[in-house]
T-cell receptor, first 113, second 116 residues
Framework: KQEVTQIPAALSVPEGENLVLNCSFTDSAIYNLQWFRQDPGKGLTSLLLIQSSQREQTSGRLNASLDKSSGRSTLYIAASQPGDSATYLCAVSGETSGSRLTFGEGTQLTVNP | EAGVVQSPRYKIIEKKQPVAFWCNPISGHNTLYWYRQNLGQGPELLIRYENEEAVDDSQLPKDRFSAERLKGVDSTLKIQPAELGDSAVYLC??????????????FGPGTRLTVL
């Protein structure tokens, strides 16, 4: 059974700082990995999707990397802003579960002005 | 383009009462998902539809939960009777379908259920 772990559970940084969120998964037979953002009381917004054959994806100030063999992904946020404050969730879909996403518990990020 | 629409946004009920949630996916999306998200945790899939067919309902507690997606568009998730442990946010998501395993899923805002 796939398990996804995210570290740290919570992170507080000053505005402007570059930061890294970590995600690890136990079964490396994945199709893809996604990073989502969730604001309080709202649904999830997909930020980046990395196919299993890819090493990284970039969107604006966000860069996500994937090391499938070691079961790890990182989300790098450059020049953080207060508007980046949210919970960030990592999810993987794998060969044993089709397009079913297995989520981590998330990292709650606070960017202080 | 409208996103995934869910209603109601909030629901408070007494235990043993029935409750239903409604979802309207993004137009043209063939795949629809229902997730449950407990406080402080990531979402867990309850059921996935490909058009009208439920293709993955292995994690749906079938003794009290039921779902339907008539005409392959809107979907309803029902709980009867509700238990205290059902308090959670119920999220609906949709994706275009087509090429397997490459789709981004688009989530609705969710329905927050409180069972008293």
């Amino acid at each position: 059974k796939q398990e996804v772990t995210q570290i740290p559970a919570a992170l507080s940084v000053p505005e402007g700082e570059n930061l890294v969120l970590n995600c690890s998964f136990t079964d490396s037979a994945i199709y893809n990995l996604q990073w989502f953002r969730q604001d309080p009381g709202k649904g999830l917004t997909s930020l980046l999707l990395i196919q299993s054959s890819q090493r990284e994806q970039t969107s604006g100030r966000l860069n996500a990397s994937l090391d499938k063999s070691s079961g790890r992904s990182t989300l790098y946020i450059a020049a953080s802003q207060p508007g980046d404050s949210a919970t960030y969730l990592c999810a993987v879909s794998g060969e044993t579960s089709g397009s079913r996403l297995t989520f981590g518990e998330g990292t709650q990020l606070t960017v202080n002005p | 383009e409208a996103g995934v629409v869910q209603s109601p946004r909030y629901k408070i009920i007494e235990k043993k009462q029935p409750v239903a949630f409604w979802c309207n996916p993004i137009s043209g999306h063939n795949t629809l998902y229902w997730y449950r998200q407990n406080l402080g945790q990531g979402p867990e899939l309850l059921i996935r539809y490909e058009n009208e067919e439920a293709v993955d309902d292995s994690q749906l507690p079938k003794d009290r939960f039921s779902a339907e997606r008539l005409k392959g568009v809107d979907s309803t998730l029902k709980i009867q009777p509700a238990e205290l442990g059902d308090s959670a946010v119920y999220l609906c998501a949709s994706s275009p379908g087509g090429v397997a395993y490459t789709d981004t899923q688009y989530f609705g805002p969710g329905t927050r259920l409180t069972v008293l």
